[in-house]
T-cell receptor, first 110, second 116 residues
Framework: KQEVTQIPAALSVPEGENLVLNCSFTDSAIYNLQWFRQDPGKGLTSLLLIQSSQREQTSGRLNASLDKSSGRSTLYIAASQPGDSATYLCAVVTGNQFYFGTGTSLTVIP | GAVVSQHPSRVICKSGTSVKIECRSLDFQATTMFWYRQFPKQSLMLMATSNEGSKATYEQGVEKDKFLINHASLTLSTLTVTSAHPEDSSFYIC????????????FGEGSWLTVV
């Protein structure tokens, strides 16, 4: 069964810093990997989707990479802002299912 | 982009009552919808896969008689928590896969259920 782990569980950084969130998965037979943002009391917002044939995707200040062979993905956030404070979830699609990590809670301090 | 709407976003119910949560795909048809549950500080866990016109497939450990799922049309799936108890209090979120769109899945905003 696919297991998805996210490190660190919580991260606090001053505004303006660049940061990296990590996601690892045990089964490399994935269809794609997706990064989500979850604000307190809210649902999921999709940030980036990487197909299994791709190595990375970029959107604005966000860059996600995928290394299937090692079972890892990273989400890079450049020039962090207080509005980036949220929980970030990675999820891998294996077969018909999403497998979610436990998330990284990010706090960007003004 | 595609929109999935969940209703209600928040609900409080008394212990022993039933509560229904709706998941609608607003601008696409979805043969398959998924229901997830998230307990505090835990990951999202798949509860069941809902297929239009047929019975839902439940994950191991999820009581199908307690969590009734109905996918009566290509744009609506409902989750009914029957005889709710405080331990059912959780964040429930659905997702929908457009028919003929491969593995692209869109998530609803989620529903917070509090059982008192």
């Amino acid at each position: 069964k696919q297991e998805v782990t996210q490190i660190p569980a919580a991260l606090s950084v001053p505004e303006g810093e660049n940061l990296v969130l990590n996601c690892s998965f045990t089964d490399s037979a994935i269809y794609n990997l997706q990064w989500f943002r979850q604000d307190p009391g809210k649902g999921l917002t999709s940030l980036l989707l990487i197909q299994s044939s791709q190595r990375e995707q970029t959107s604005g200040r966000l860059n996600a990479s995928l290394d299937k062979s090692s079972g890892r993905s990273t989400l890079y956030i450049a020039a962090s802002q207080p509005g980036d404070s949220a929980t970030y979830l990675c999820a891998v699609v294996t077969g018909n299912q999403f497998y979610f990590g436990t998330g990284t809670s990010l706090t960007v301090i003004p | 982009g595609a929109v999935v709407s969940q209703h209600p976003s928040r609900v409080i119910c008394k212990s022993g009552t039933s509560v229904k949560i709706e998941c609608r795909s607003l601008d696409f048809q979805a043969t398959t919808m998924f229901w997830y549950r998230q307990f505090p500080k835990q990951s999202l866990m798949l509860m069941a896969t809902s297929n239009e016109g047929s019975k839902a497939t439940y994950e191991q450990g999820v009581e199908k008689d307690k969590f009734l799922i109905n996918h009566a049309s290509l744009t609506l799936s409902t989750l009914t928590v029957t005889s709710a108890h405080p331990e059912d209090s959780s964040f429930y979120i659905c997702s929908a896969r457009p028919t003929n769109s491969g593995n692209t899945i869109y998530f609803g905003e989620g529903s917070w259920l509090t059982v008192v």
